[in-house]
């Protein structure tokens, strides 16, 4: 099993550009999450879905849109990139007590 | 909104004992956890408890609960410099299935 797994890695974009964060999970969990991590500021949360076909705001929601493909991924959209975006983006998968989290992807919008 | 509070850095010698400690607000919270992540990489579960528990064990780690006072401590016993890493407390309550985080605390060990 290869867990949660994110792309890309890493990613430059210039202010007003957009792009998708990718995330796939392969323990066929039904919730998924997308979290953004700034020093100082711990974990919060951007969007949740917690099954197939549901999408929920989380903490900061705004400036992103989500995607719940199928059970198995959840993409995360900047439609317009602000320099304020710039951070490093986990998603995560749970099932009962645990969330598992992929890698993340280190985003800095110029 | 419910808070998790937890100092932002904690300084220990390799062989001694840690002990990071958390707070939280949230008096309906049912699961405490403790995640670990290192370098570059995602958070990992370390351990959790159920709020009617007041202790936990686990070779190294120990967990404190003290739901009166709502407060959570982790015990790393004979640190290693693998430990290195940033801790997060998080708790659930029982209405909830999302956890609140707290902000982490580095913890850095000196050989």
């Known amino acids: 099993n290869a867990g949660v797994t994110q792309t890309p890695k890493f990613q430059v974009l210039k202010t007003g550009q957009s792009m998708t964060l990718q995330c796939a999970q392969d323990?066929?969990?039904?919730?998924m999450y997308w979290y953004r991590q700034d020093p100082g500021m711990g974990l919060r949360l951007i969007y949740y879905?917690?099954?197939?076909?549901?999408?929920d705001k989380g903490e900061v929601p705004n400036g992103y849109n989500v995607s719940r493909l199928n059970k198995r991924e959840f993409s995360l959209r900047l439609e317009s990139a602000a320099p304020s975006q710039t951070s490093v983006y986990f998603c995560?998968?749970?099932?009962?007590?645990?969330?598992?989290f992929g890698p993340g992807t280190r985003l800095t919008v110029l | 909104g419910e808070d998790v509070e937890q100092s932002l850095f904690l300084s220990v010698r390799e062989g001694d004992s840690s002990v990071i400690n958390c707070t939280y607000t949230?008096?309906?919270?049912?699961?405490l956890y403790w995640y670990k992540q290192e370098p570059g990489a995602g958070l990992q579960l370390l351990t959790y408890?159920?709020?009617?528990?007041d202790m936990k064990q686990d070779q190294r780690l120990t967990v404190l609960l003290n739901k009166k006072d709502k407060h959570l401590s982790l015990r790393i016993a004979d640190t290693q410099t693998g430990d290195s890493a940033i801790y997060f407390c998080?708790?659930?309550?029982?209405?909830?299935?999302?956890?609140?985080f707290g902000r982490g605390t580095s913890l850095i060990v000196h050989p």
């Open positions: 995560a998968s749970s099932e009962n007590n645990e969330q598992f």
């Open positions: 323990m066929n969990h039904n919730s």
């Open positions: 879905s917690a099954s197939e076909g549901t999408t």
């Open positions: 949230d008096s309906s919270s049912t699961y």
């Open positions: 408890i159920f709020s009617n528990m």
């Open positions: 998080a708790e659930r309550g029982g209405g909830s299935y999302i956890p609140t």
